[in-house]
Every structure is written in structure tokens, then in C-alpha cells.
């Protein structure tokens, strides 16, 4: 927001130079994040008189002026501009003034006539877009003084009460602890009442609790005046008529957003506030149709909408060239109706700004009132006696009370609890009690966000200062800290996968119901968005792979091939028992479950002429690599003796995926991208997959490390390869072998799968090394060769197994 140094200066009563005043603003919690310099910074642009004017002798385009620069003296400007003429006040650039385009004004000779500075343009100097002229200032405007400069205050959501001059100039005052000046506003009425020439019915008071409106009579619209056309300019705003752009300056001055309507385009003369009716339409001043919705609050006549309240008037009723009588509205609209609408019709307007941060519910007759008068000012028009006003008893304001020994304990200062309540007193709040131990005060009805009493320390530390506050070392006891669980858990994950050469992926919880589709996710009790930024974040993830798995797409479509990703959350379905047939919902419709999901995809390994690695071929992944990860990372979290067993989710292809079990609960599932998926999502090569439950990991998970000696004695290893059906899972053979090796038995792991023209079709050959060892002595010969004859006599028994001859 753009505010003018010289206004704010004139109703604050400060003449502290604007870099001072915006350190100031910035460290009292208004920040000012640039200024825009128009003399009071450089010294170089100034407000000049141009006194006399002749014609150039060698140009016809040309006029040679003697300007009164005030202590700079009579200049002679060369100028060209065709509003150039005697008596009129314009921007001067003086000899090395640097203008926003670069250009360095010196003194020049132009068709041999000296020109000692330069008459500024509004675009030339920055200050607005017009080339056609130099820019014309107000009459009033000091005589070689610096112009202006702009501070671009960035105003905090909770700050409503600074979106305005003054309000920022309060600000000023309260943290300088000086008087306010505050234009005082003095109407001359008519005689007829307002009641006899409009009506007002406001049928929804939660969506609009006051609404007031006075009458202009014979108003003439035309062109502003200078000072106010520079006045909108230096907020940004562009000059429309004598009548709007009075309502945008008392709504830059006061903060209060206005709206003018012509009475004679009022069906009946009667304003009714209402929410719109279903199928009703609006066209908007910017020219823009909307079809409205029943939750929007429209300002109507007798025969339709006129203005969607609080954000933008009509085209029906505004304002033109031939209104001769004004009906002004003031109001005070609840926040949310208006930042609804203004979200659902894509709508952001400076009154729908303010409106929906909170207004000053008792500024709404005061800025209407300031607004008559200066439109009777302008457009000479008459004011019809009295205002029309719903509700003129509403008070919202709250009463706090404080703490004075807790207040300085926070602040870390020690402050009298006079010195307390006068810093309060200068920022607007009112003392209703206050003693050694309490105060009470009410807040100013322009603060809706001070409503505690820690809103009021930070208000004394704002005034105080907080550069004025001494450093102390903040008391921080030192309390043991256990981490729960589930963290640890998560930490261990991360650090496990990490070493594993798997990069964490950080998505959205949205997603589209295209992508779950896609990637053969759960659709069913999806959560819908209900205002979705867009198709593609419609629903709440129920799973993490199909994120993953694009995340997998748009890396290779970049030429990235080489990919371990994985990501840990929540994903999110509704709970299908939370609502009975025909029965109320239960207050937790929805189930939020923690997940840990991982993809590999490329091929991984190193090529020779790359790395100079010649033992690392490089081959596409496949299921043993991604359960060989998932096993090594639930070791780490201390889970063993996992069992596969095989499964068939949709999303993973049926031959080449499995549960992983631990304790009968099933704590992943592993795979490879079923073909189908890897098709829809235009996928390259193979892609494996895995989810694992984290809920069940957290449960199973333990991390109580235990010490041994290293072994005293030798291992003992056996190898044996064994012929068995197809359909035999080798996991079914690694626990008949732990069965029955006995306690000698260290190790078994199976490091080779054969099926060829060897062996007999519709069989496989396994081949398993097998480590025995005895604690307390050397094993002899014969006490291994006894355990593995019982393991090829079990295998033999339970699965037909046979020892491998060739």
C-alpha cells in the first residue's frame, strides 16, 4: 500500500525526515519496505511556480519560463509541454536530479537558450503515467520545497486499522506521543428530511449489522481538482469524477470503503440489503457479468441487484455525468460474507480488502459524513438533513484486563503502571480501572485484533520500543526429553534409506482423481477437496505411490533415469463406518494414516567408460533389490524373520510382488509397477514399488541394542541345492531348514535359482549356504553332517525336495 509522506506528516504533526519516520514505523511493527523518492530524500525535484512564460525564439514547440524555485531562486526552464502556461505550480527536477528512466538532468543549452533544470511530466518523474503534460500540483503546495516521497507499507492480515493514511498516521502519533490532527467535518443541511426521499431495509443483520447512507441533492460531476487527482496518485489510484473520487480519497484518508449510487437509477428510491436470489445476475462498473450465488450479500432496489456489498457497485446505478442527486452508503459488513464472495467471483478490490480484515464499526457515520461534505464542496451539491442509520448503538469493543507484574515479567523492562496506561492512552484505549497490580482498559473499536492481554503487551513493547528492552538470557530449564516412537521410528527410517541411496520426495496431500485412476490407488472414500485450486488437487492422497510414481514420470521425461525415491505421511480416506445407513456422522468422519512409500526405477549400478567402476554392471532394478531395502531397513528398526508371502494389488504386477509379514501383521507390500500403470503413466523400463505401514512398523519396532563377544570359534558352512515344484516358495524352505538345523544352525541364506533344460520341467532348483556354529567349541565333522542330513530329510518329507546331482 501507497502512502504520501506529506499527508501523513500533516495529520501526524511530525516533521522527522521520512528515512527516520519509516525506521520508526518499521521497528513499532508498521513495516515500510521502500520509499519512492520525490524530493525529500535527493533535494532535487521540488514544487515551482512558473511565473512568466515567452515564446522560444527559434522554435514555435517551445516556450521559455522563468520559474520561482523559492530558495533556489528564478530559474529559466526550456519546456515544451502544452499545458505550459503563468501561475501554475509543477514538479521541477533541479540540476542533478536522477529521474526513474536514468536520466541525469544538467544544465543545457536548447536552440541556443540556457535551461537550467527541468518541468517533470507525471511519467517522467514516476509519479504517475501521463506524457501529455507536466504535472500540475495543488495550489497550496510550498514553493521550493522537496514534493513528496512514498512509503510502500506491507500491512500485517491483523493490522486492518493501518490500511489507511489515517491510520498510519495514528500509529505515528502513538508511538511519538504526539496529538493527532483529525479534519473536522461541519454539514449544512436542507430542510426536508432524508426519509422523505429514500428508504433502507436490511433484512440480513448478521451479514451487514450497520448500514447508513446520506443524500446529495443538485450535485455537479465533473473533473477533481489538482490536489485531489495528486492525492489518489500518490495511493496508486487513477482519478475518475469529482463524486468516486471522493468516496476512494475518504477511503485512502479514514480506511472505511464508501459507494455512491444514483439515486435516480434506484427502483422505488428503496435500498434493500439482502443475499442474492438464486439465477440472478450482476454486471459489475468493470463491465464483468456474474452469476451470483445465495451466499452472496447484494446491495438491491425493488427490481434487482445494484452492488455486490462490500466489494464492487453495479453498472445499473453508477455514477455518470448526468447524476444530479447521490445516495452515499457507509457500512459495516461481517468479514467472512465479504472474503467468501470476493474468493468465490475471483473479485479483489481495495474495499473488499478492508472489508474482510475488519472495519472501525463507529468510523462508518464519520467517513460518510467527511465524504457529504466534500462532495458539497466539489460538485456543489445540497445535503438533505439527517442519515439514515440500522444501527446506530452497535459497540463491539472489548474490555482486557492485565497483569501489570506478569506484563513486565514478559517484557523483561520493569514500567510504572502509569507509564503503561499513558503509552496505551496514546495508541487509542480507554482506562477503566488501574492500580499497582491491574489494569482495565477497553480496546479502540478500530483494533479488532487486541483482545487479550498479551495483544496489550505487545502494544506497550511497540511504544516502549524493543531496541529499548535490555538483552537478559532467557530462562530455559533444562527437562529430559524422550522422543516418542513414532519419531524415532521415522528418524531411524529416514537415515537407513538415506544410506541406502534412496532421496526423500516431498508432495502435495491433494491429488487428482485422474492420478489415483492411473496409478490403480484406492478412488473409493477418497475426501473431496471442496474449493479445489485446480482438477489436479481435488482429493486428499490415499496412498503415496501414485505421487511418487509421477514424481518418477517427470523425471525421466527430463532425461533423469537413475531414480530412489520415497516419502513418508499421512494418506487419508473416510471412514466407511463412521456414517450408518440413514444415521448421523460421527465427529471424526475421516481416518488419517501414516505411510512410508519408495520407488526405484533406472538402471542402477555404473557404466565403466563413466565411473571407471568395470565390476558394476548396470541392469534395471528388480523385486529382490526393493525387498532387499525393505529388509535391511526394518532390520535397522530391529524387526527380523520377516516371511513373503504372495500378493496381488491391483497397482503391482500379480507375478512379481509380496507381503512382507512380521509376527503375522503384514508391515509391507512389495512389487513391481503392474504393466498397465507403467502404460497409463507413460513410464520407461521397470519400476519397483513399496508401502509400508508405518502403524504396524512403530508397534513391532524395538531399539534395545544388545552386546555379544565376538565368536571364539569357526563357522562350519554347507551349501546344498535343492529340485522342488515351481509353486514351492523359498521362504516356506528357509524356515523348514532353521526348524530343522537346530541350534547349531548360525545362518541360512539362499543365493541361487535354477530352472533349465537340467532340471525337470515344472521344477526349480534353490541352492541355500548354511553357517553352523557352536559357541563353546570347535564343531566336529560329524555334528554338522548329522544337522544337515535332518534338514534334507524335512525338506524331503514336507515339500518332495531332492538333492540336486548335477
Not at 455512491?260 to 450482476?282: P, Q, S
Not at 516502549?464 to 528492552?469: L, S
Not at 524335512?794 to 538333492?803: I, P, T, Y
Amino acid at each position: 500500500m501507497l502512502l504520501s509522506y506529506r499527508w501523513l506528516a500533516k495529520l501526524a504533526r511530525v516533521t522527522t525526515p521520512p528515512a527516520q519516520l519509516a525506521e520508526r514505523l518499521t521497528m513499532g511493527g508498521v513495516e515500510i519496505e521502500n520509499i519512492a523518492d520525490f524530493g525529500f530524500l535527493s533535494g532535487a525535484l521540488v514544487a515551482a511556480r512558473i511565473a512568466k512564460v515567452e515564446p522560444h525564439p527559434h522554435s514555435e514547440k517551445l516556450w521559455v519560463c522563468h520559474v520561482d524555485a523559492g530558495k533556489h531562486g528564478t530559474l529559466q526552464i526550456v519546456c515544451g509541454a502544452p499545458n505550459t502556461r503563468e501561475n501554475i505550480i509543477s514538479l521541477l527536477a533541479l540540476k542533478g536530479a536522477r529521474l526513474p528512466s536514468g536520466l541525469l538532468v544538467k544544465q543545457a543549452r536548447i536552440r541556443d537558450v540556457d535551461s537550467e533544470g527541468m518541468l517533470c511530466s507525471g511519467a517522467e518523474a514516476g509519479w504517475n503515467g501521463d506524457h501529455e503534460g507536466i504535472l500540475e500540483l495543488a495550489d497550496d503546495t510550498p514553493i521550493g520545497e522537496p514534493y513528496d516521497c512514498l512509503f510502500d507499507v506491507k500491512v500485517t492480515p491483523n493490522r486492518s486499522d493501518c490500511l489507511s493514511v489515517f491510520g498510519v498516521a495514528r500509529d505515528i502519533a502513538g508511538l511519538e506521543g504526539r496529538e493527532l490532527y483529525q479534519p473536522q467535518t461541519r454539514l449544512r443541511e436542507t430542510m426536508d428530511p432524508i426519509s422523505a426521499s429514500a428508504q433502507v431495509t436490511v433484512r440480513d443483520k448478521k451479514a451487514c449489522p450497520r448500514y447508513t447512507c446520506r443524500l446529495l441533492r443538485k450535485a455537479k460531476v465533473g473533473k477533481s481538482p489538482v490536489w485531489l487527482q495528486r492525492a489518489l496518485e500518490s495511493c496508486g489510484l487513477r482519478s475518475i469524477n469529482n463524486v468516486v473520487d471522493v468516496t476512494n480519497y475518504v477511503l485512502m484518508e479514514y480506511g472505511h470503503p464508501l459507494h455512491a449510487f444514483d439515486l435516480d437509477k434506484v427502483a422505488n428510491k428503496h435500498i434493500i440489503v439482502r443475499m442474492a436470489e438464486a439465477g440472478e445476475r450482476l454486471t459489475l462498473l468493470d463491465g464483468k457479468s456474474l452469476d451470483l450465488n445465495v451466499e452472496d450479500l447484494v446491495i438491491a432496489d425493488a427490481d434487482r441487484a445494484i452492488a455486490l456489498a462490500g466489494i464492487m457497485g453495479g453498472r445499473n446505478s453508477e455514477i455518470g455525468d448526468a447524476t444530479i442527486n447521490v445516495l452515499l452508503e457507509s457500512a459495516y459488513f461481517d468479514p467472512v460474507t465479504i472474503r467468501r464472495t470476493s474468493k468465490r467471483h475471483g473479485l479483489r478490490t481495495d474495499s473488499a480488502y478492508r472489508f474482510e480484515r475488519g472495519t472501525d464499526y463507529k468510523q462508518v457515520l464519520g467517513s460518510l459524513n467527511r465524504a457529504v461534505q466534500m462532495i458539497a464542496d466539489l460538485a456543489g451539491a445540497e445535503i438533505v438533513k439527517g442519515a439514515i442509520d440500522s444501527a446506530p448503538l452497535l459497540d463491539l469493543t472489548p474490555v482486557i484486563t492485565m497483569n501489570i507484574p506478569r506484563a513486565c515479567m514478559i517484557l523483561g523492562c520493569d514500567l510504572t503502571p502509569t507509564a503503561i496506561a499513558d503509552r496505551l492512552v496514546h495508541l487509542g484505549f480507554e482506562t477503566i480501572r488501574s492500580d499497582r497490580e491491574q489494569l482495565v482498559v477497553r480496546a479502540p473499536s478500530y483494533r479488532n485484533d487486541v483482545t487479550r492481554d498479551v495483544d496489550l503487551i505487545e502494544e506497550i513493547a511497540r511504544v516502549h520500543g524493543y531496541d529499548a528492552i535490555q538483552e537478559t538470557t532467557p530462562y530455559l530449564p533444562a527437562r529430559p526429553f524422550a522422543p516418542s516412537r513414532q519419531r524415532l521410528v521415522q528418524k531411524s527410517a529416514r537415515q537407513s534409506l538415506a544410506g541406502a541411496g534412496f532421496w526423500e520426495a516431498i508432495n502435495y496431500s491433494f491429488v487428482g482423481r485422474d492420478l489415483l485412476e492411473k496409478c490403480a490407488a484406492p478412488v473409493e472414500g477418497a475426501v473431496e477437496i471442496l474449493n479445489p485450486l485446480t482438477a489436479d488437487q481435488a482429493v486428499l492422497r490415499t496412498s503415496l505411490l501414485p505421487s511418487l510414481i509421477h514424481n518418477i514420470q517427470t523425471n525421466q521425461r527430463r532425461e533423469t533415469q537413475e531414480l530412489r525415491l520415497f516419502e513418508m505421511g499421512k494418506v487419508y480416506r473416510r471412514d466407511a463406518t463412521a456414517q450408518g445407513e440413514g444415521g448421523p456422522a460421527q465427529d471424526q468422519p475421516y481416518v488419517e494414516t501414516p505411510s512410508l512409500a519408495l520407488v526405484m526405477a533406472g538402471r542402477q549400478g555404473s557404466d565403466r567408460g563413466r565411473t571407471g567402476q568395470w565390476r558394476a554392471a548396470r541392469r534395471e532394478p528388480d523385486f529382490h533389490d526393493m525387498k532387499g531395502a525393505v529388509e535391511t531397513l526394518l532390520a535397522d528398526l530391529g524387526i527380523v524373520g520377516l516371511k513373503a508371502v504372495r500378493a496381488t494389488p491391483a497397482h503391482l504386477h500379480p507375478g512379481r510382488a509380496a507381503e512382507l509379514k512380521a509376527n503375522d501383521a503384514t508391515v509391507a507390500v512389495v512389487g513391481e509397477l503392474h504393466p498397465d500403470v507403467a502404460r497409463a503413466m507413460d513410464l520407461r523400463g521397470r519400476v519397483i514399488a513399496a508401502e509400508l505401514a508405518l502403524a504396524a512398523v512403530e508397534r513391532l519396532a524395538h531399539f534395545d541394542a544388545t552386546a555379544a563377544p565376538l565368536p571364539r570359534f569357526p563357522k562350519v558352512d554347507r551349501d546344498i541345492a535343492l529340485v522342488v515344484g515351481r509353486a514351492v516358495e523359498a521362504g516356506s524352505l528357509e524356515a523348514a531348514i532353521r526348524d530343522a538345523a537346530g541350534a547349531l544352525l548360525e545362518e541360512v541364506r539362499l543365493f541361487d535359482l535354477y530352472e533349465g533344460d537340467r532340471i525337470e520341467k515344472g521344477k526349480k532348483s534353490l541352492a541355500y549356504s548354511m553357517s553352523f556354529r557352536a559357541p563353546d567349541r570347535t564343531l566336529r565333522e560329524e555334528e554338522v553332517d548329522g544337522a544337515v542330513r535332518g534338514v534334507v530329510e524335512k525338506l524331503s518329507a514336507d515339500f518332495g525336495a531332492a538333492l540336486r546331482s548335477e
